[in-house]
């Protein structure tokens, strides 16, 4: 079964400082990755996905990841914080068969909370 | 696009209570999934229908906890009687697999809904 581990429950840095938001996963092909972004009492949008095209992926808010197979991590980065970014950030794992296709099943990572400090 | 319309945003009951909680997914997706979100075990999928037929419910806790998707445009989360570990935040999301192709195929772009949050007392 696909899973994924956020390293760090909380990060925060300075406004703008490089932003870096971890996350691992596990599965025996590789699977569809996603970020999503978590704002106080609204629901879960997405920033960025990776299904096996670029590995480099660009999301909206000057967010961006880097599929690493060799790693099996899928990191989260901005250059440069912003206070609007203070949210909480869940990676998420999607199984793919042998044909291409997914599922219609996400997995999420426990979140790690973003503080921005002035 | 209205989005992902959840309704009640709050609900607070009591313990035994019979608690509905109610999705409108977005007009033309065909894919509807119910998350829990708690602070100890993170966001878990409870169900997920595609065509109003529920394919994988494996994540429901127990009997207690009812679906239902009587048409492509409304679904239901219940709970019966409740308990107070079932206070969360409970999403919904939904999203559009093309024609076609097999049901789960694409990647998945979930939209959500702002979430209920249940409290039981």
């Known amino acids: 079964a696909q899973s994924v581990t956020q390293l760090g429950s909380h990060v925060s840095v300075s406004e703008g400082a490089l932003v870096l938001l971890r996350c691992n996963y596990s599965?025996?092909?590789?699977?569809?990755l996603f970020w999503y972004v978590q704002y106080p009492n609204q629901g879960l949008q997405l920033l960025l996905k990776?299904?096996?095209?670029?590995?480099l992926v660009k999301g909206i808010n000057g967010f961006e990841a880097e599929f690493k197979k060799s790693e099996t991590s899928f990191h989260l980065t901005k250059p440069s914080a912003h206070m609007s970014d203070a949210a909480e950030y869940f990676c998420a794992v999607s199984p793919v068969s042998a044909g291409g296709t997914s599922y219609g099943k996400l997995t999420f990572g426990q979140g790690t909370i973003l503080t921005v400090h002035p | 696009d209205a989005g992902v319309i959840q309704s009640p945003r709050h609900e607070v009951t009591e313990m035994g209570q019979e608690v509905t909680l109610r999705c409108k997914p977005i007009?033309?997706?065909?894919?509807l999934f119910w998350y829990r979100q708690t602070m100890m075990r993170g966001l878990e999928l409870l169900i997920y229908?595609?065509?109003?037929?529920?394919?994988?419910d494996s994540g429901m806790p127990e009997d207690r906890f009812s679906a239902k998707m009587p048409n492509a445009s409304f679904s239901t989360l219940k709970i019966q009687p409740s308990e107070p570990r079932d206070s969360a935040v409970y999403f919904c999301?939904?999203?559009?697999?093309?024609?076609?192709?097999?049901?789960?195929?694409?990647?998945?772009?979930?939209?959500f809904g702002a979430g209920s949050r249940l409290t039981v007392l």
């Open positions: 999301a939904s999203r559009r697999h093309r024609q076609g192709v097999l049901p789960h195929s694409g990647a998945n772009v979930l939209t």
């Open positions: 990776y299904t096996s095209a670029a590995t």
């Open positions: 007009s033309g997706h065909n894919s």
């Open positions: 599965s025996s092909v590789p699977p569809y």
């Open positions: 229908f595609n065509n109003n037929v529920p394919i994988d």
